[in-house]
């Protein structure tokens, strides 16, 4: 039987792989045409106005790593808009990201898997051989703490933009994190740890008149989207949901009050406790279209946060505000957000990002948002009652990725980039649930 349903999992991933290359390879002489116009483009508006970098100073070498994800492109192409020397990094399985041919990347590197002893001595031997002056991580979930660990590393020869490895863990366990802002008088959900499905069991769920919702404190792409209501109906209902969770003493959960109400997310930049850089969108589990909005309550409790602590890095918040309008941080994830793309050609962000007390940035209210081109175009045929909210979606804004002044990167990442991914699966036939246009990866059980 088990090796029926194994025969059976490669069956659809072989399936899934090769329509996926299918679709991907039909697209391409769309997309050949989308970049000469927009090479043509760019040229064009390259010879009507001046480099805005041409008179940056000082020009410093930042070095940005996760080149596979789009917010990196986008790093890249801000710091490269002020004037700056840029060098990417990714790990040898991203290492065909289409970012790396953007016209905003000066060099580009290799470098081992996080979970290499030797992740922090080859971003110094990069350090070194570029000469540059700041790092600014771009991290996965998983390689958040690795780049913290890093920065002891890294802080005698460079700058680093990312929290010191203590408040990093405060801040990317869900627990700690309440338990910190909670002390501020900061509004959370009533949040638990948990080591053991009995501590669910044994749990007074009457204490809230909310439900309840279990989340993995280790990040885990493919649960981190199940939000099932507890209690469920019966005990045993429980104990069954329970038990297909590994909760452990090394794998923690939280409990947390389920609050229902509009979601939101933000991304934060900031220097000594200082908010330089600020988005704030509307948000959900699957989230690719951003789109500033203005919420004081929200800007206020980040502020208050981040002020507190001291804190110089990035972070990213997710909130949940109620029918009474108050608003409660759920979560905070201490790296950069997609959402970074709204700032698109602002001419201040890479001061904000490496200068203290420069003008604090943020886009404008009513400005284009940002989308995932073809992520619309499918989710539209997938769902076809959506496909004409998606497409003024595409209407209104701009996707993330192509850019007339750099086409490049568009171009590959979706012949280039994404292709080597799924060919490295279907070797190994190797299951994937989605390929995430955004993040450059596809997302996989056991996956980053």
Known sequence: MAALSSAATGAVTLAKTVGALALLQATLPVDLVVTGVAAARGRAARGTRPDPGATAAPRRTVLVSGGKMTKALEIARLMHLAGHRVVMVETRRYRLTGHRFSRAVDAFHVVPDISSPDYAEALLRVVREEGVDVYVPVCSPAASIADAEAKRVLEPHCEVVHLDPDD??????????????????????????????????????????????????????????????????????????????????????????????????????????????????????????????????????????????????QLSFDFIEDAEGVVRAIECNPRTHSAITLLHGHPGVAAAYLDDDAPAVEPPLGGRPTHWTYHELWQGLRHPRTLPGRLRTLARGRDAVLDPADPLPFLMLHHVHVPSL??????????????????GKLVEPGGD
């Open 422 to 439: 799924l060919l490295q699966n279907l070797r190994r036939l190797r299951p994937w649930t989605k390929v995430d246009l955004n993040i």
């Open 168 to 313: 990093l863990r405060r801040v990317d366990d869900k627990h700690l994190f309440a338990e910190s802002a909670a002390a501020l008088g900061l509004a959370v959900p009533d949040t638990h740890r948990i080591t053991d499905p009995q501590q669910v069991l044994d749990f007074d769920f009457s204490r809230s008149a909310r439900p309840y919702i279990l989340k993995s404190i280790p990040y885990d792409p493919v649960r981190r989207l199940d939000l099932t209501r507890l209690p469920l109906a019966t005990r045993e209902e429980t104990a069954a949901h329970l038990a297909r969770l590994p909760i452990s003493p090394e794998h923690p959960f939280i409990l947390q009050e389920f609050v229902e109400g509009e979601e939101y997310c933000t991304h934060g930049t900031v220097r000594d406790g200082r908010l330089q850089v600020y988005i704030c969108c509307r948000s959900s589990a699957w989230q690719l279209t951003y789109e500033m909005v203005d919420k004081p309550a929200i800007r206020e409790w980040v502020e208050t946060y981040v002020a507190a602590h001291g804190l110089t890095g």
